[in-house]
């Protein structure tokens, strides 16, 4: 869609599938005024030294540590974020992921391909009534504890920020707290913010 608008609008757009390599990159780069990425492209000082008339890069996901940031900054290139672009729906995996593991659903599959039909519900539990604890309460955090609260959980968080709670979620002191009263634990922080355990 994004494509179409553009293009009506009378801007040259070219969409690759895929990232390309580094030495791609240098001769692809050359002309080009707004550069749009995904998180496996990686923009490197070399690269930005091949833009000629870049203006500014979109990185089309939630971080953007897959540029140099440095370097654009220091070519006055402007380089922005996408950081609702897939909230939901990495809460939503990360819930179908507990459940999964609260009823052995890997374990069971396993067995299904090796020829073994498990019909058993031992060690399977529902996921409501168990707590789960969220270390890092952002964008993705919170959508996952409005979600996991209309499941029937109880909702734990840590983070770095004071953050004020969604629903009935709530704030843990420290991490070593969260870690003592949750059943299932799941981890949303940028790398450079990761809390040291």
């Not at 492209?41 to 089309?60: H, P, Q, S």
Request: hydrophobic share 40%; aromatic share 6%.
């Amino acid at each position: 869609m994004a494509i179409s608008v553009l293009k009506n609008q009378h801007f040259q757009v070219e969409a690759l599938k895929g990232s390309l390599s580094e030495e791609e990159l240098k001769i692809k780069i050359k002309g080009v005024h707004a550069l749009g990425i995904r998180s496996k492209t990686k923009i490197t000082d070399a690269i930005l030294a091949e833009a000629d008339r870049l203006l500014a890069i979109g990185c089309f996901c939630i971080g953007t540590d897959q540029v140099d940031l440095s370097a654009a900054e220091k070519r006055g290139i402007p380089v922005f974020n996408s950081p609702f672009c897939n909230s939901r729906s990495v809460a939503e995996l990360i819930l179908c992921e507990v459940v999964c593991l609260s009823r052995r659903l890997g374990d069971v599959n396993t067995a299904m391909h090796n020829g073994i039909w498990d019909k058993s519900a031992k060690n399977c539990h529902e996921i409501r009534g168990k707590t789960l604890g969220i270390v890092g309460y952002g964008h993705i955090g919170t959508q996952l504890s409005v979600l996991a609260e209309a499941m029937g959980m109880k909702v734990l968080f840590y983070d770095i920020e004071n953050i004020m709670p969604l629903g009935n979620s709530r704030p843990c002191e420290t991490l070593d707290q969260l870690l003592q009263q949750a059943d299932y634990v799941t981890l949303h922080y940028p790398r450079q913010n990761l809390p040291i355990i």
